[in-house]
């Protein structure tokens, strides 16, 4: 049983386009994020809720809409998409924040055209 | 500000032998961890160890082993006795106690040669 998933694994789509990526962790961690990952590796934080409230948002375009329904469970919406959108978005989760380690999901790789 | 540096951005090693994957540090805080994440091509970013602060003592975890020297805010991690699978992206990560953000430093792609 996979422990964070995240859907779609691929997506691929057109500039102007919405799109959303699913995340759902069996852990019963309090805490989940949204990283992104760009073309150099490099991974930075997009947002953190804990027990479904909002505690990091970096400085992220607001065309991007994080939604908690529940603390098992963090979406990510993505409104107008950008060519500079195109990256690898990794879900995580953790008990709590500093101590605890985080366990990612496979990551979705978006591709805007 | 707290920042991550891996000043390493490729290495190689042969098959069985030892590679040590540099991390740098910097923060004000005296309570946080260290962690080092890998991510093989398959793109799952894994665990592979984790140090806390106020240990002295060096975290290991069967072939692989840090050394946290807290003064220097330097964590490097050694890999023994080198495998094919080991070949992936090696993260070194910092969370400051109480805090929930956690920085990634730029990574390094460590390629294990038969």
């Known amino acids: 049983d996979t422990a964070v998933s995240q859907t779609p694994k691929y997506l691929v789509t057109q500039m102007g386009n919405d799109k959303s990526i699913k995340c759902e962790q069996n852990?019963?961690?309090?805490?989940m994020y949204w990283y992104k990952q760009d073309s150099k590796k490099f991974l930075k934080i997009m947002f953190s809720?804990?027990?479904?409230?909002?505690?990091i948002n970096e400085t992220v375009p607001n065309r991007f809409s994080p939604k908690s329904p529940d603390k098992a469970h963090l979406n990510l919406h993505i409104n107008s998409l950008e060519l500079g959108d195109s990256a690898v978005y990794f879900c995580?989760?953790?008990?709590?924040?500093?101590?605890?380690?985080?366990?990612f999901g496979a990551g979705s790789r978006l591709t805007v055209l | 500000a707290q920042t991550v540096t891996q000043s390493q951005p490729e290495m190689s090693v042969q098959e069985a032998e030892t590679v040590t994957l540099s991390c740098t540090y910097d923060?004000?805080?005296?309570?946080?961890?260290l962690f080092w994440y890998k991510q093989p091509p398959s793109r799952q970013m894994i665990l592979v160890i984790r140090?806390?602060?106020?240990?002295?003592q060096n975290a290991t975890e069967n072939r692989f082993s840090v050394n946290f020297q807290k003064a220097a805010k330097s964590f490097s991690l050694k890999i023994s006795d080198s495998q094919l699978g080991d070949t992936a992206m090696y993260f070194c990560?910092?969370?400051?106690?109480?805090?929930?953000?956690?920085?990634f430093g730029t990574g390094t792609r460590l390629k294990v040669l038969a």
């Open positions: 852990l019963g961690h309090d805490t």
């Open positions: 809720y804990n027990n479904k409230e909002l505690i």
């Open positions: 923060t004000s805080e005296s309570n946080y961890y």
């Open positions: 140090q806390e602060a106020y240990k002295q």
């Open positions: 990560a910092f969370s400051a106690s109480g805090t929930y953000k956690y920085i």
């Open positions: 995580a989760s953790s008990p709590r924040g500093g101590a605890n380690v985080l366990t």
